[in-house]
């Protein structure tokens, strides 16, 4: 599997926009970019995913750099709420689109 | 609440006993997943099914784990003669179809092995 990296943790401030990071530079054109997060004891819940454009849903956008090789997860008013481990994967278009995760980017929020 | 569900949400065991974890998944999902998560890392996959074949095993399902599907309902999960290294949480998950849906995960189960 295609390999990610995340910052270990970031820091934000509640009603701020928070820019998560993801660098996959090994990415194949069949590979989608996932994002999970899991909030505290909590099994991880499924935030956005995309191919090569951006993509927006209720609760984020994902910003696809042009080349594939970076994306980027996008709160755009982070609450208490968004605490919690972010995780980018990459998911082949394969038959069984099991997750590969690594350690995340731990959010924490401030008040 | 028609979730995920995973039955029990903890377990305590000694050293070389066996357990039984129970996921139920979303109704209508066909397929079901199993991960095991480590504190301070993220979920590793085991094994997932689609209806009640099991497709894939990871090679971290060492004989002494073995997942059914029967009926291609809810699932289980048994480890045979714990270890302590089998602590862990034990995370299930489910989703619809036969291309990439999203995953929708239970709470997990958490194994304690003294």
């Known amino acids: 599997d295609a390999k990610t990296t995340q910052p270990n943790s970031m820091e934000s401030n509640e009603e701020e926009p928070v820019h998560l990071p993801c660098n996959h530079s090994t990415i194949s054109g069949t590979d989608y970019i996932h994002w999970y997060r899991q909030l505290p004891s909590q099994g991880p819940e499924y935030v956005i995913h995309?191919?090569?454009s951006n993509v927006n849903n209720r609760m984020a956008s994902l910003a696809i750099a042009e080349d594939r090789k970076s994306s980027t997860l996008i709160l755009h008013r982070a609450t208490l709420r968004d605490a919690a481990v972010y995780y980018c994967i990459l998911g082949s278009g394969g038959s069984n689109y099991k997750l590969t995760f690594g350690k995340g980017t731990l959010l924490t929020v401030n008040p | 609440d028609t979730g995920v569900s995973q039955d029990p949400r903890h377990k305590i065991t000694k050293r070389g006993q066996n357990v039984t974890f129970r996921c139920d998944p979303i109704?209508?999902?066909?397929?079901l997943y199993w991960y095991r998560q480590t504190l301070g890392q993220g979920p590793e996959f085991l094994t997932y099914f689609q209806n009640e074949a099991q497709l894939e095993k990871s090679r971290l399902l060492s004989d002494r784990f073995s997942a059914e599907r029967p009926k291609g309902s809810f699932s289980t999960l048994e480890i045979q003669r714990t270890e302590q290294g089998d602590s862990a949480m034990y995370l299930c998950a489910s989703s619809l179809g036969d291309s990439y849906n999203e995953q929708f995960f239970g709470p997990g189960t958490r194994l304690t092995v003294l």
């Open positions: 109704s209508e999902h066909n397929r």
């Open positions: 995309g191919l090569t």
